[in-house]
């Protein structure tokens, strides 16, 4: 009797725990906003893969602000996919919504917490932003103006030689800048460069991590001290931090030495106590730039180019406007940049059409928000979900069609130019937005 009693009692006790914490749960997030629905614990499926159309079909069922249930462990991930409600909270509220998520092996093993990316917000993030900031703004971004045109000479030259492998050549000019930017290397960073593939494989590692699920002591935090567990982000981060350590070094050399060109390392060397930077940081830094920017502004003009493939109208129209402009005696300067409104209007719908980073970057609360009635909890991870944003019919009408014109309008003179009042979100929210737009910019567009 007693025994049986007890067997009973051991079986309740689950039944037991997972009501309590449904219960527990459904206070917690009472008013969440709606999702899909989740497991016994509480869990709902991360959308994987391409997750932007997924998500792009769930807003028809859930409404434009989406919560995924992470169970009672894990903040849930909130994906906001009207360009309203994100500006909102990601915009107007940024000081409370400017952290990041706490991703052990992107922030710690694989940046040895010293990258801007993953920083936490706080006092050191405000110093390492401040510092990149002072490097990127558009002054500064006009400055390296030669390097980008001396890379896309080098650029068209590849592109002739090999017409079969653009996506490589893509590569090789936006390393090729940021190398010139950060490192003041003089020559091209090829896309076979050694230090180049070593760094794509580390991108390898870091896609990994940020992937929901890619690393299982995210969840169970004892499987780092488990022997071998991190032994490969852990290496790769050796690597890196090597490898910029060494070209900190060089350039510093060439500093005492008093031949040392303008770079990245050269200005923050000559303010490493003003930004409290150890030399591991400083190096760090500027080699996280190419991280940062290297793959994006190569997949962008990757995009550019499929764009005017398929699009032969948009293409010949940009082709007169450069034939008008630029003539066939030279190649395009960054000076010709404010003469040529439809290319500039082509490169706007080319980050429209398709976003290099369709599904947004998180963003974490710092607290409890408000938000068109819901509310998105602290902790919780917030996307705005470029792709969709992107797609937004209350501002962008046709979505599915590819229209440089739609950002153009005729000036008081009768001649095209840029219209001010509208935007598009490649560059992301608030205080976390890219602060290398400027440079990204210049980039493409050369
Ligand atoms: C087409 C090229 C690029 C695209 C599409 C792009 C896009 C983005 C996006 C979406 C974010 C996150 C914004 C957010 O969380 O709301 C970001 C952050 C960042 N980007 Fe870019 N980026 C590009 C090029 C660059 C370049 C060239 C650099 C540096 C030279 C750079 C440096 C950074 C840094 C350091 C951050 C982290 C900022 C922070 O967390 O505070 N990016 N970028």
């Known amino acids: 009797m007693y025994l049986s009693r007890l067997l009973v009692a051991l079986l309740a006790l689950p039944l037991l725990a997972i009501a309590a914490i449904r219960l527990y749960l459904s206070r917690k997030y009472a008013r969440l906003p709606p999702g899909p629905p989740s497991n016994w614990l509480g869990k709902a499926a991360e959308p994987s893969g391409r997750s932007w159309l997924a998500l792009e079909q769930m807003q028809n069922q859930y409404g434009p602000i989406i919560a995924i249930r992470n169970g009672p462990f894990q903040p849930p ?9 994100v500006l909102e909270l990601l915009e107007k509220r940024g000081a409370t919504t400017g952290d990041r998520p706490s991703n052990y092996v992107a922030s710690q093993v694989l940046t040895g917490g010293m990258g801007l990316l993953f920083a936490r917000y706080g006092d050191k993030f405000r110093r390492l932003r401040k510092a990149v ?8 971004a006009e400055a390296y103006g030669p390097l980008s045109e001396r890379a896309a000479r080098n650029m068209l030259r590849d592109m002739l030689d090999d017409t079969t492998n653009f996506k490589d050549v893509f590569h090789t000019y936006a390393s090729s800048v940021i190398n010139s930017m950060t490192f003041a290397k003089r020559n091209k960073t090829h896309y076979t460069d050694p230090s180049l593939v070593q760094a794509l494989a580390w991108n390898r590692e870091l896609v990994v991590a940020v992937t929901p699920g890619g690393y299982k002591c995210e969840a169970w935090p004892f499987l780092r001290y488990v022997p071998g567990y991190l032994s490969k982000p852990r290496a790769a981060f050796k690597r890196q931090l090597q490898d910029y350590l060494d070209k900190t070094r060089n350039v510093q050399r060439e500093m005492t030495e008093g031949h040392a060109p303008p770079s990245f390392v050269k200005y923050m060397t000559e303010r490493q106590q003003e930004y409290g ?62 003469d040529l409104p439809y290319l500039n209007a082509f490169i706007r719908e080319v ?12 963003h974490r609360m710092m607290q409890d928000e408000e938000l068109n009635g819901y509310i998105i909890p602290k902790d919780s991870l917030v996307y705005g979900v470029h792709w969709c944003m992107h ?24 001649e095209l130019r840029l219209r001010q009042d509208m935007r598009h979100f490649t560059w992301g929210f608030g205080r976390r937005n890219c602060p290398g737009m400027h440079i990204a910019e210049r980039s493409i567009f050369m």
């Open 77 to 85: 991930s909130i994906y906001i996919t009207r360009a309203a409600p």
């Open 133 to 140: 900031h002072q490097l990127l703004m558009p002054k500064m």
């Open 277 to 338: 930077l150890a030399q591991e940081e400083l190096a760090w830094l500027s080699g996280s730039l190419y991280h940062a920017g290297s793959d994006t502004t190569a997949v962008t003009i990757n995009h550019g180019l499929l764009a005017a493939a398929k699009h032969p109208a948009a293409q010949s129209k940009v082709k007169e406007e450069l034939d008008a402009v630029v003539g066939s005696d030279r190649t395009p300067s960054f000076d010709d940049l404010p």
């Open 351 to 362: 980050y429209r059409w398709r976003s290099p980073n369709p599904r947004g970057f998180p």
């Open 391 to 414: 797609r937004d019919p209350t501002l962008f009408d046709d979505v599915d069609t590819f229209k440089p014109e739609r950002w153009l309008e005729t000036d008081e003179k009768g």
